[in-house]
Each structure stands twice: as structure tokens, then as C-alpha cells.
């Protein structure tokens, strides 16, 4: 009789601690449509205009804390006034102004007036791993609530910093919108897409978000937010601004007798009468009409007038075994690297 007592008691006990802990786990992770519903509920339409009242921007944004909105930078550039609105709403908040700014990762603070709305949890960008699932909310040209879902395909170095690439679509229009991982906590701000590619979509890691979330301040005008003649974020056009007078090219792998190391090099070539540093450029891996990967590089040093540098980097080694990997027909694959540069500066 004791032993049954015994056994059942255990039995419960162990019945209860699977329980809780199936409670927990669910209590982290949370359905699709879960994370949509909650997302929904602090994200924004942002409707930016000129002095006269006319649309010059469309753009999203998600509420972070006490009446405050994360965005781009691009987002509101060149903007004198603005509004935003919740998704699936009438009710429009003028946007009061900007309360902290970080342009050179394109992030900016907007304080809202009589705006009651939750904010959404910042997760921890830095334990953010290739391969798990993400979801990006926004209002892609202007079409309010749109979800998507893919996964963190890669964690770029940009300079001293990061972006996260993922699968999930943005669209214009979807910048400065949420990128969710499955608990539901924000991991990322959308802020760009390499346009003519597949899936090549790039995200600001949250944990810059948190940082500036310390720096806010009281409200400043939506000027403050206009170029200022110095360096602006290449984030917003990545992939996407053309640059005269610095080209590159003469691509090669560093290792030709090594299928899977993904060393390469190729030239940065300044056309320019002056000195030029600080060259970002983008490099595209194609096969055939996909990008199969993408390499994001800052070369800082001085490139002077009329000369070249080489620059070396890497990337995954299966771009560099399937650029060597014969057809069924014997043939070399059709593969081609585009390079892209996406800023630089003057040197004085």
C-alpha cells in the first residue's frame, strides 16, 4: 500500500514538473498567427510630408516605449511633418518630433502625441543564429499589415557593425518595420533589400535599438532629421546606389585549388582626381538568374588618386565549389560576381 502511495505521489509530481515545463516552453514560443496579432497591435503606417501637406515618404514603424516609434532614418528625411497610423485603424497621431537619432545604422526615435498603444519587446540581436525563423511586419507600398516569414539567412559585418540578412520580403514601404523572432520579441528593424535579388533582405539588429532607446531626449523638429552634408547610412540604398569615379572589379579566388575555402579578392579602382578611404561596396555572387550569396565589405584605407587596391575577403565556400561544378552536360556553370559600390569619401 505505501509503495502504491509512494509510486503515485512521484508519478504526480512528475506528471506536474512535464506540465510546467510544457507551460514554459509554449509560454516561449508562439504560433504565426500569434505573433501577427500581437505585432499588428504596435505597428504603424507612417505618412511623411512637406511643408505644404503633400506625401513625400510611406513607411512603417512599431511602438517601443512610452509613445515612442522606432524607424529609418530614410524614412523621414527631407519630411517637415507626419503622421502615424495604426494598422487596420482611422485614427491618425501627428508625429511631435524626433527624440534620439542614429543615422549612421539608419535608426530614429519619433515621439507621438496621445498615443496609448503597447509596445513591442526588443529581444537580444546578438543570440540571433543563421537558420532560425523570423517574421517582418509592414506596410509594403502602402498596403497596411502585410506579414511575412522566412529566416535569418546570414549575420553581415558591415564595418565595425552587423546586419541581419533574411528571407522574409521587404517591399518599399516595409522599412523601419519589425522583424520578430518566434517568441515574438523584436530582433530587428527592415531597412533594405538588394534589388534584383532573390530573398536578399537585410535587417538593423535590434540591440542597436536598445542603445538608442537610452539616448532619447525631449522632442526635436522633423529637420533635424535633413542630410547634413557629412556621411549618410549606406543602409537604406544597400545595393542600390550607383557611384561614379570608383569602380571595382577583377575578381578571383584567392585559393583556385581549394573548392570549399571562399577566399577571393578583387580591385577597388579610384578614377577620381582625388583621394578617396572609406569605400563600402557590395558583393553578389550569381548563378544564373540567382544570388546565391552576398558579401557586404568596408575598405578603409586610402585609395589614391588614379590607382587600385586589392581587397580581400570571404564567404561561404559552397559559392566558390558550385562557380566549379560542372553541368550534366560537362559545361562550367553559369555564375557571375557583380560589384557593387555603395559609398565613399573624399579624403582632404
Known amino acids: 500500500m505505501y509503495r502504491r502511495t509512494l509510486f503515485a505521489t512521484v508519478f504526480s509530481l512528475l506528471c506536474c514538473g512535464l506540465f510546467q515545463i510544457a507551460k514554459a516552453t509554449s509560454a516561449q514560443a508562439q504560433t504565426a498567427q500569434q505573433i501577427a496579432k500581437k505585432a499588428f497591435g504596435s505597428t504603424v503606417l507612417l505618412v511623411m510630408e512637406d511643408a505644404k501637406g503633400q506625401p513625400v515618404s510611406l513607411g512603417s514603424g512599431f511602438f517601443v516605449l512610452g509613445g515612442q516609434i ?137 540591440n542597436y535599438l536598445k542603445a538608442l532607446l537610452l539616448q532619447a531626449g525631449p522632442a526635436k523638429p522633423l529637420a533635424a532629421a535633413k542630410s547634413s552634408g557629412k556621411q549618410q547610412s549606406i543602409l537604406a540604398d544597400l545595393g542600390g546606389r550607383s557611384t561614379e569615379g570608383v569602380l571595382g572589379g577583377h575578381f578571383t579566388w584567392q585559393n583556385p585549388s581549394c573548392a570549399l575555402c571562399g577566399d577571393y579578392t578583387f580591385s577597388l579602382q579610384n578614377r577620381l582626381r582625388s583621394n578617396v578611404r572609406d569605400v563600402y561596396c557590395l558583393v553578389v555572387f550569381w548563378m544564373g538568374s540567382g544570388a546565391i550569396d552576398v558579401d557586404v565589405i568596408q575598405y578603409p584605407g586610402l585609395i589614391p588618386a588614379g590607382l587600385a587596391k586589392r581587397v580581400a575577403s570571404k564567404v561561404d565556400g559552397s559559392a566558390q565549389k558550385l562557380t566549379k561544378t560542372p553541368n550534366e552536360y560537362g559545361n562550367p556553370p553559369c555564375w557571375s560576381v557583380e560589384i557593387r559600390i555603395l559609398d565613399f569619401q573624399i579624403a582632404d
Open 70 to 206: 522606432a524607424t529609418n532614418v530614410h524614412v523621414i528625411e527631407g519630411a517637415s511633418r507626419g503622421y502615424a497610423k495604426g494598422v487596420g485603424q482611422k485614427t491618425k497621431y501627428d508625429i511631435e518630433g524626433i527624440t534620439a537619432t542614429d543615422t549612421e545604422r539608419d535608426l530614429v526615435l519619433l515621439k507621438i502625441s496621445e498615443a496609448r498603444t503597447p509596445a513591442l519587446s526588443l529581444g537580444n540581436s546578438d543570440s540571433v543564429e543563421v537558420g532560425e525563423p523570423v517574421y517582418a511586419v509592414g506596410n509594403p507600398q502602402g498596403l497596411e499589415g502585410t506579414f511575412s516569414q522566412g529566416i535569418v539567412s546570414s549575420i553581415r559585418p558591415v564595418g565595425q557593425d552587423k546586419l541581419l540578412q533574411i528571407t522574409a520580403p521587404i517591399s518599399p514601404g516595409s522599412s523601419g518595420g519589425p522583424v520578430l523572432n518566434s517568441k515574438g520579441d523584436v530582433v530587428g528593424v527592415s531597412v533594405a533589400t538588394f534589388r534584383g535579388g532573390q530573398n536578399l533582405n537585410f535587417a538593423i539588429p535590434s
